[in-house]
């Protein structure tokens, strides 16, 4: 399965831990563990074209021109609860970053529809990259109001990273916000009668806080 513009990362290490995550005897901590350091992995792929600045450093042996990260141009935005499951796994790779959030749940007496209850970003958002997080992208609605919301502060550079994805969600956010990049640990195959991902991981909010 392939869309526009989505980068599903296919490596032997990503299956075998997304395979223990998705176990139902995972618990919490593993599951928590497990969470960050596929966003870990999932970072490294979303940052393959970033540019760099030029500097020039000094080895033990000579001088050399090299490539320097300006961290403050990026800011990470989880979608609140369960994007905060891959914050800490991310900060880890650009630890100066800002970090934004976005507070949303499917509401399932409505047609699973996204209702926003929290909105922070940080000053100059409009200047950065921002990379939204979420481990989930099931019907994609959530996906959607989040990037139409950042797109609202004026931000041009838009990535979205998820762990597992549904086919129905991605033809939703790729057809509404063709110019953002997903970036997914999974494409699985389909969502069930309640909007969940099938064979998915539950409901990564209360595997990551414990709720249930
Ligand atoms: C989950 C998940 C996504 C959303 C995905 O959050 O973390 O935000 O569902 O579903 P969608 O693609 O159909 O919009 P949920 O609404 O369960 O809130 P929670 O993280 O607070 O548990
Ligand atoms: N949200 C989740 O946490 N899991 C799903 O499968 C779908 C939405």
């Known amino acids: 399965m392939s869309f526009n513009n989505v980068i599903e990362l296919k490596h032997p290490l990503i299956e075998h831990k997304l395979g223990i995550l998705r176990k139902k005897e995972t618990g919490t901590k593993e599951f928590r563990e497990l969470a960050n350091e596929i966003g870990v ?5 979303a940052m393959e074209d970033i540019e760099l600045e030029e500097t020039e450093i000094e080895t033990p042996i000579c001088k050399m021109k090299t490539g320097k990260l300006n961290e403050d141009k990026f800011a990470f935005v989880p979608i609140l609860r369960a994007g905060m499951g891959i914050l800490d796994g991310v900060i880890s ?12 749940y499917r509401d399932d007496s409505n047609g699973y529809k996204p209702v926003n209850y929290f909105f922070k970003v940080p000053k100059n958002i409009e200047e950065k990259e921002v990379i939204i997080l979420d481990p989930m992208l099931a019907t994609g609605g959530s996906a959607i109001d989040a990037i139409d919301l950042i797109k609202e502060k ?7 990273i998820c762990i597992i994805a549904a086919p129905e969600g991605l033809e939703k956010v790729t057809q509404k916000h063709p110019d953002v990049k997903i970036y997914c640990a999974h494409i699985d195959e389909k969502l069930n009668e309640n909007a969940y991902i099938v064979p998915g991981l539950g409901d990564a909010g209360d595997r990551i806080f414990g709720t249930k």
């Open 41 to 45: 992995f999932l970072c490294y792929k």
């Open 93 to 104: 790779v650009i630890p100066n970053a800002k970090i934004g959030h976005i507070g949303m």
């Open 154 to 160: 004026g931000v041009k550079k838009i990535k979205f």
